[in-house]
């Protein structure tokens, strides 16, 4: 016998956060990590919705990348003292993964961590609470509509699509996340248009003559910030997963992918033939393919994949 299980209601669409207005209860506490929430808002439109539903808000901040037991333990304590009817938990896999932690020990205090663990070994919740969470970055679930395995195959077909006509991968860079973050612009339907724009106008040599016209100290500028997202989001990516660089392990694997690909770069990668057919590895696929087999064969890995919890859990795709 197999069991899946969903949640109970989904929001999604333009104003689904809106829904929060909706809820009936008298005290709602909001669970969130760092600034990032704030920053773009979410935060604020969450309590101001939630007031307007008649509710008297606290909020529980600052849930660190990887919440801590003491972290989830604060803030079941903190539950206790305030006795919401709601928790609302808003952003990524972290906050939300640790106010589920939080909902489970204000409703049975004396319930263990191992306990918790376990395959159906959490007793009906609900007695007190009520649990919602909300996603962030862009508000809809993409894992589920239209789903990661469509994203990947999308992605796939797209690129082989491309390379038929001679045109350039249309693989999801890194930095493309950056940019809707800096630009809050976060609408499908935008990026279409602005596919079909492009399309459309690489057919005018004039607009070809504009583009060409641009100074390239402009173009230089703009690449700074557009590439650089890529370390950027790198390096918080460490930062969010507390990846101890003060391990010699860590810091060679570092030093050597760091060094692969700004060196293998400078070079033009690495060319080799496979059966008549001419292989070149740029600086980063070297790069990437060094800290993955140093990874492996290392002495002093910490976790193993698919018995270690701490190693699943850093590949937990809900926790970006």
């Not at 600034?35 to 439109?45: I, P, Q, T, V």
């Not at 101890?244 to 033939?273: P, Y």
Request: charged share 20%.
């Amino acid at each position: 016998m197999a069991r899946f299980t969903l949640p109970r209601d989904l929001y999604h669409g333009p104003h689904a956060l809106e829904a929060l207005k909706t809820l009936p209860g008298k005290r709602a506490m909001i669970c969130v990590g760092g600034g990032s929430m704030k920053r773009f808002g979410f935060l604020d439109r969450a309590e101001a919705y939630l007031k307007e539903a008649g509710m008297e808000v606290e909020l529980f901040e600052g849930i660190e990348p990887d919440p801590s037991v003491e972290t989830v333990m604060k803030g079941a304590a903190a539950m206790e003292k305030f006795q919401p009817d709601w928790i609302v938990a808003i952003g990524g896999g972290s906050p939300i993964d640790a106010a589920k932690a939080m909902w489970i020990k204000y409703e049975y205090p004396d319930i263990t961590f191992e306990d918790m663990c376990k395959v159906f070994g959490i007793p009906p919740l609900r007695r007190k609470a009520h649990f919602c969470a909300i996603s962030s970055t862009c508000g809809k679930n993409f894992m589920v509509d239209p789903g990661f395995h469509r994203t990947l195959l999308g992605d796939g077909l797209a690129t082989t699509l491309a390379s038929l006509f001679g045109a350039p991968a249309n693989t999801t860079y890194g930095e493309n996340t950056g940019v809707l973050a800096l630009s809050r612009v976060y609408d499908p339907r935008v990026i279409r248009l602005a596919a079909v724009y492009a399309i459309i106008l690489s057919f005018s040599p004039k607009f070809d003559a504009l583009v060409n016209s641009i100074p390239s100290a402009i173009v230089g500028g703009v690449s700074f910030i557009l590439y650089g997202m890529i370390s950027a989001v790198g390096v918080r990516n460490i930062v969010e997963n507390q990846v101890d660089l003060t391990k010699s392990r860590n810091l060679i694997i570092a030093a050597v992918m760091f060094v692969s690909g700004l060196g293998f770069s400078s070079v033009g990668g690495v060319t080799f033939t496979v059966g008549g057919a001419a292989v070149t590895l740029s600086g980063l696929a070297i790069a990437a393919l060094c800290g993955v087999i140093l990874n492996a064969i290392l002495p002093g890995n910490d976790y193993e994949f698919g018995i270690s919890v701490e190693g699943d859990k850093s590949a937990d795709l809900g926790s970006y």
